[in-house]
């Protein structure tokens, strides 16, 4: 998302500079440049600690440097009236980057992936449980109240926002995040990853992406072995994350062998992948609506297949799906209701179909990257104004 955004104001002839760590999302060992510039973006690499996301207090000393290191850089860069857009992760960066803009004169563009420490304390995380989560919610306040702007990913985290600090309602902007319609079409059903990863003939359920806390995978589980009487119908995992070596070692447990585990594929290769599936699963833990917003719903649109989210039959995604008649809503916990609507569309597939082109439909219409820039330029305009 923050790349699409940089490169699309860079090539139309602002000033762009982005300002990041030299580590990979899944190598903390990668010792990326320290600056470049690419297609006139100008990116500057800080310096931080090494530990990686595996481990929690080394992820935090990791996010604790990139605060430092970053909010100095910042405030070099910056100069009176600049627009400094601070993305939530990692969280509160917010902070640290309001202190440099308000220092130098220019002006904050929040732009919330996610609502912190909120997302922490109904994980049940007891890093933001008593002072800690108090200061966090103090530095995140602040950071709403001094922003320009606000940009939230949905209706329902607007609310929150809104719910959480009164006093910035009228200057927040919903622009969901989005997909490149031009890279991601939708693939026929017979390709030559389904034939590599084994999956020819059978009706593909797929989980696409991020395998983190904030994801609801036991519905999914449970279903599949409601269904593992149905050879027919297989399930596929792709991507990473802190539920995946748990979600390996069940499938092992209950003996699911229609369950297989692949790694995140290549923007390159991103299209095939998300092709192969018939009908892809999108899931967010119900104490989550209105913090959260997984961007995977945006790639199955473009890749035109349906859609199930799993969680809060009401919640943002739950809405849009059921609107634009491209897929299907369960509560968390429905293992009944997902297998029993799995099965239904493996034994239609015409209805399938017509879900997938209401998918690519709806894609087009709201959801692909032109009509998210064209956005974006109007909420930068009213920032800088």
């Known amino acids: 998302m923050l790349s699409d955004l940089a490169f699309h104001l860079a090539r139309q002839g602002r000033e762009v500079h982005v300002v990041t760590s030299r580590q990979r999302y899944d190598d903390a060992a990668a010792d990326l440049p320290a600056s470049e510039v690419r297609d006139n973006l100008h990116i500057h690499r800080v310096w931080t600690s090494r530990f990686g996301r595996a481990w929690l207090p080394g992820r935090s000393l990791d996010y604790f440097s990139f605060y430092v290191f970053s909010a100095f850089r910042v405030a070099r860069l910056a100069r009176q009236g600049d627009l400094v857009v601070a993305m939530t992760d990692p969280p509160l960066v917010s902070f640290p980057a309001a202190l440099a803009a308000g220092w130098r004169g220019a002006r904050l563009v929040n732009w919330l992936q996610d609502i912190f420490p909120e997302v922490a304390e109904r994980l049940g995380l007891s890093a933001v449980r008593g002072p800690a989560g108090a200061l966090a919610r103090w530095a995140r306040g602040y950071s709403l109240r001094v922003a320009a702007l606000s940009v939230v990913l949905g209706d329902r985290m607007r609310e929150t926002v809104v719910r959480l600090e009164p006093r910035c309602a009228n200057r927040i902007a919903v622009i969901h995040n989005w997909a490149d319609g031009g890279a991601l079409r939708p693939q026929p059903h017979v390709s030559p990853l389904r034939t590599q990863w084994g999956l020819e003939g059978r009706f593909v359920v797929a989980y696409s992406g991020n395998m983190g806390r904030a994801h609801d995978f036991d519905t999914a589980i449970d279903a599949c072995e409601i269904l593992r009487g149905e050879p027919a119908i ?152």
């Open 234 to 385: 297989a399930f596929l995992f792709i991507g990473d994350g802190y539920q995946r070596p748990r979600l390996e070692r069940e499938a092992r447990r209950r003996g699911l062998a229609s369950i297989s585990f692949h790694p995140y594929q290549s923007r390159e290769q991103l299209g095939a992948s998300l092709g192969v599936a018939d009908v892809h699963l999108v899931s967010l833990l119900p104490a989550l609506e209105g913090l959260v917003v997984p961007s995977k719903f945006y790639g199955v649109l473009a890749a035109g297949r349906p859609v199930i989210v799993i969680g809060d039959p009401h919640g943002e995604l739950a809405r849009i799906a059921l609107e634009a008649r491209c897929g299907l809503a369960l509560a968390a916990g429905d293992a009944a209701g997902l297998a029993g609507a799995i099965r239904a569309l493996s034994d239609d597939p015409a209805r399938c179909a017509s879900l997938g082109i209401n998918a690519r439909e709806a894609f087009e219409a709201r959801y692909d990257r032109p009509y998210a820039m064209a956005l974006w330029e109007k909420a930068l305009e009213q920032a800088a104004r």
